[in-house]
């Protein structure tokens, strides 16, 4: 289709969609929509976020369009996600920060949304992240409207004023208005308000329909729009000490004594093995966000979630009297209980003596990214880079 013929046309949807028009009579396109405005400072009900205090917990979902053009994109917040995670608890260390993904295509694909619900496990968020590719697409417009319904509806959001909720809608065209049975974006954003959620728009690329119809979503979520290269413009920044906090990750990955179900000590695995594989900048992200826990409970994790039992042990949370051996792997399962105390506490130890070097070498790296990004020309700003700023902008 003439993509200036389907321009048009999703105009005019949009101001159907946004006043609730219908198609009779004359329509005329719309103007390009106003700056979006600073996302109000309010928690759900208009309470104002300056007496609410600081967050007890961000809640972040990423609703990423999935199809053959945003594979740089794709690829780059899966190099940032940790970076990004991190930033945050620069920003709040005490807050509990969870995050969601929607990945969206189109009808016709291998999927039209693929939720991940909001969870603090950001090990398994990246590990979602991390199974995503590329693919599908075929004409212009996305499934956009279905992926924006799914994250406010569906998605597990915390009520109450302690909660900053966010989504960041990422993606390079614009939703198709022609769907029947799908929810206008303009209807999924007013539940949206309802519950308090700022929703953010970046635009991967110029096309100018998406422009219009991020613009519009931008303003009716209370958010702020943004353009970005069409491959994300990720910046990764490698620093002297990242070798080093990779291989103190590795060391620590053997102080984790995974227990529970067969199924949950299997993830535990899986997110140690993903962090002695990802890329050393990435896990020196991973490690600092582990470091900066505001509570010596957190920042006693080697992996987010569920499933360590000398984690838990130093949280207060287990007690080895009275612990089910058959949740133990195999080789533990035989120990006698005064044993088993003095592996927990051998692990314990060495964590300990581990995470103190660690906190040194991340305070060491904060230092070096900054100094770099000081050296950055103005404009380079990427997915991450803004992603960030927006944050610390609107999470008060």
Known sequence: MNRLILAAGLATAIVVAVTGGSFGGEQTAPAA??????????????????DIGAPKRIEIAFVLDTTGSMSGL?????????????AVRKLHPDAEIRIGLVGYRDRGDLYVTDATD???DIGAIYGKLLEYRAQGGGDWPESVNE????????????AGTDTRRLIFLVGDAPPHM?????????????????KGIVVDALQCGKAADTELAWKTISQL???????????????????????????????????????GSIHRQSEVK????????????????????????????????????????????????????????????????????ADLKAEIEKQRAARGRLQSSLGELVLKRDAAVAAKRAEMPAGTDGFDAVVEEMITSQVK
């Open 178 to 194: 022609d769907y029947e049975q799908d929810v206008p974006f303009s209807d999924t954003l007013k539940i949206a308000e309802g």
């Open 147 to 158: 992926a924006l319904s799914v994250a406010v509806g569906k998605l597990g959001w915390t």
């Open 118 to 120: 909001l969870s603090a």
């Open 270 to 337: 899986a997110k140690a093995a993903m962090a002695a594989a990802a890329p050393a900048p990435a896990a020196s992200d991973m490690a600092s966000y582990n470091v900066r826990a505001g509570s010596a409970a957190e920042r006693a994790k080697v992996v987010t979630g569920e499933g360590d039992l000398v984690a838990d042990a130093i949280a207060g949370k287990v007690d080895a009297d009275k612990l089910d051996r058959s949740q133990l792997p195999e080789e533990y399962r035989k120990l006698s209980t």
């Open 33 to 50: 929509p106003k700056p979006a405005a600073t996302a109000p400072q309010t928690g759900a009900g208009g309470t104002s976020l300056s």
């Open 74 to 86: 794709i690829d780059g917040a899966k190099r940032r996600i940790w970076g990004i995670a991190d």
């Open 221 to 259: 979520g209370h958010g702020r729009y943004a353009q970005i290269p069409q491959e994300g413009g990720v910046v990764q920044i490698s620093t002297p000490w990242d070798e080093q906090i990779l291989k103190i990750q590795i060391e620590l990955n053997h102080t984790i004594i995974p227990y």
